[in-house]
């Protein structure tokens, strides 16, 4: 339909924890998430295979299930020794409603097109695998022609500049300002590049994940 998303991941190592996915539902909808492995290397990539398993088995459940049942599976599973933030999202394609539950992830920036700022949308909760009733909120925006998302990982805000400085949120919703009216390919690239020029060749101290989802027409 009028919907682009595009997403790149850059594992600190050769094995990643993060994991970002998205499929669609017939030719009304989308589902996706984004998430994040506490920790890093094989420990966390088997964490990462669980959700991408638990994703797969039955995409067109409901986001907030989805959460409840890949949480109890990872208790089960990791007997409290892992943990993953999780952004679980729905798309209804025809009408640009935009629904997401979170588990503990970075909150996503909505850019909307007619008043040409974005703003982070705030659904707070707690990670996957720490409590057996967590509790997750569900939040709503609606896209309309122009208006952007952008999903990312703690890597992306976390990272240092050869000062030791922090990327930080603000300068993430600033990159995001200036480059969301572009396709949803050269909002990830550019963010990429601003990400690059930032940190300047330092070593990473993380995964760094983004996905952009964008409404063209």
């Known amino acids: 339909g009028p919907f682009e998303i595009v997403g790149r991941s850059r594992p600190m190592i050769d094995i990643g924890g993060d994991y970002f996915d998205y499929s669609p539902l017939g030719p009304r909808g989308m ?6 492995v506490a920790g890093h290397g094989v420990p966390a990539a ?17 986001i907030d299930t989805f959460l409840g049942r890949f949480n109890r599976l990872l208790l089960e599973t990791m ?15 025809s009408t640009g409603v935009f629904t997401f539950t979170n588990a503990g992830h970075c909150y996503p920036l909505f850019y909307e097109a007619s008043g040409g700022q ?3 949308v705030p659904c707070p909760g707690m990670p996957v695998g720490v409590s057996r009733a967590p509790v997750f909120q569900v939040r709503q925006v609606t896209l309309a022609a122009g208006d952007s998302l952008l999903f990312y990982t703690d890597g992306l805000v976390e990272s240092l500049d050869q000062q030791q400085h922090p990327v930080g949120y603000q300068a993430v919703n600033a990159w995001f300002n200036g480059c969301a009216g572009q396709p949803a ?3 990830l690239a550019r963010m990429q590049e601003r990400f ?14 983004l996905m952009v989802l964008k409404r063209v027409d």
């Open 79 to 93: 007997r409290r020794s892992g943990m993953m933030t999780l952004l679980v999202f729905h798309l209804d394609t």
């Open 31 to 36: 589902i996706g998430l984004m998430g994040d």
């Open 118 to 120: 974005a703003r982070f």
């Open 196 to 209: 690059d020029e930032y940190t300047q060749g330092q070593t990473p101290t993380d995964d760094v994940t």
């Open 185 to 187: 390919v050269g909002i």
């Open 46 to 62: 088997l964490i990462m295979g669980l959700a991408k398993g638990a994703f797969a088995i039955d995409p067109e459940q409901r």
